[in-house]
């Protein structure tokens, strides 16, 4: 009995005590925003002028060759080789039939940098497009290494990948 003696007054309290604390808060909520006004584009107005400090960085240098040797050969990898082989003879696994054998050199004479670079891009015969997937300079670069699997050329040093520098 003394215990309940004890809660009750308490007990009794609580009530009155949230009624007393949330009457302010409820009152607060009749009250209009203070500030509240159409969103313009004048809100966030950008300087005319760009930062200095903000600045984008210049580009840096072009990667070395070998870099650009290893990110080729992923990409040719990832991509290619499941039809082209991993030597680009035309032996992937999923090779159809009849695929180009790109160490031939009759084939790398019959083809311009131009024809290579387009069926890269828009996909040509069972080929798919690429060009959703890979920038100009990709494939200027997978042009350049089909070119290399090629018999040594006779000495004209200009690449595809150079053109699009």
């Given at each position: 009995?003394?215990?309940?003696a004890?809660?009750l007054?308490?007990?009794?309290v609580?009530?009155l005590l949230?009624?007393a604390?949330?009457l302010?808060?409820?009152?607060?909520c009749?009250d209009?925003?203070?500030?509240?006004?159409?969103?313009?584009?004048?809100?966030?107005?950008?300087?005319s002028?760009?930062d200095?400090?903000?600045?984008?960085?210049e580009?840096?240098?072009?990667?070395?060759?070998?870099?650009?040797?290893?990110a080729?050969?992923?990409?040719?990898l990832?991509r290619c080789?499941s039809?082209?082989?991993a030597?680009?003879?035309?032996?992937?696994?999923q090779?159809?039939?009849?695929?180009?054998?790109f160490?031939?050199?009759?084939?790398q004479?019959?083809r311009a940098?131009?024809?290579?670079a387009?069926?890269i891009?828009m996909?040509?015969?069972?080929?798919p497009?690429?060009?959703?997937?890979?920038?100009?300079?990709?494939?200027?670069?997978?042009?350049?290494h089909?070119?290399g699997?090629g018999?040594?050329?006779?000495g004209?040093?200009?690449s595809?990948?150079?053109?699009v520098?």
């Amino acid at each position: 009995m003394r215990l309940l003696a004890r809660i009750l007054p308490v007990a009794g309290v609580l009530p009155l005590l949230g009624i007393a604390l949330g009457l302010p808060v409820l009152a607060g909520c009749d009250d209009a925003p203070r500030d509240l006004r159409q969103w313009e584009a004048s809100d966030h107005v950008q300087p005319s002028q760009p930062d200095p400090g903000r600045t984008a960085a210049e580009p840096s240098a072009p990667p070395d060759p070998e870099t650009v040797r290893r990110a080729v050969t992923a990409l040719w990898l990832e991509r290619c080789a499941s039809c082209h082989g991993a030597e680009g003879r035309g032996d992937g696994a999923q090779a159809p039939a009849q695929i180009a054998d790109f160490t031939s050199a009759e084939w790398q004479a019959s083809r311009a940098d131009a024809d290579l670079a387009r069926a890269i891009r828009m996909g040509q015969g069972l080929m798919p497009a690429f060009g959703s997937l890979i920038n100009d300079r990709g494939i200027a670069v997978l042009v350049d290494h089909v070119r290399g699997f090629g018999p040594a050329d006779s000495g004209d040093d200009a690449s595809a990948a150079d053109a699009v520098e």
